[in-house]
């Protein structure tokens, strides 16, 4: 049960970066005040960006890297799907994320920013984004564990310090 309660936790981190958006619920972001237009060009962008689509694949995606990592986990599988369909969807997240991008947004940049979703070079950005950040992702890591060493001496630097003055 406690190793199901981790993979939850890791799943609910990971998942945002998977769909490629960091978007906080409602509850943790204040609300604006927004127009109707802009609510409606948020979803019109939302929808370009083929977010319900990302969000589906990203969730899919996690449930079955977690269960591929962890077989263990294979038993509970459907009820890790049917959990996190059931909170970190499209259907349960679009009125926040709408609400999100209209806060942040002009009409005018909204509108602008669906003008290039729907364009070939924006649909080509949205087609490679899950690779780039897959890329990027991998070359962070690999950079990071090049140069652990360099951060354990600086820990075990930081804590002789300590230890000095104490």
Not at 135 to 157: C, D, F, H, S, V
Request: proline share 4%.
């Amino acid at each position: 049960m406690k190793q199901l309660l981790t993979l939850v936790l890791a799943l609910t981190v990971a998942l945002p970066l998977a769909a490629q958006t960091a978007t906080p619920s409602a509850a943790s972001a204040p609300v604006a005040a927004v127009s109707a237009k802009q609510r409606q060009a948020a979803e019109e962008l939302l929808q370009a960006m083929n977010m319900e689509q990302n969000m589906n694949k990203s969730i899919d995606q996690m449930v079955t890297m977690q269960v591929q990592q962890r077989p263990d986990m294979k038993s509970v599988e459907p009820e890790l799907r049917t959990f996190m369909t059931k909170h970190m969807s499209w259907a349960t997240l679009k009125d926040d994320m709408v609400q999100l991008y209209a806060a942040e947004f002009t009409e005018k940049d909204l509108r602008s920013l669906t003008t290039f979703y729907k364009s070939a070079a924006g649909q080509k950005l949205l087609d490679k984004q899950p690779e780039l950040l897959r890329a990027t992702m991998q070359m962070g890591q690999q950079r990071l564990q090049q140069n652990i060493p360099e951060l354990q001496q600086l820990i075990e630097k930081k804590m002789q310090s300590q230890d000095s003055r104490q």
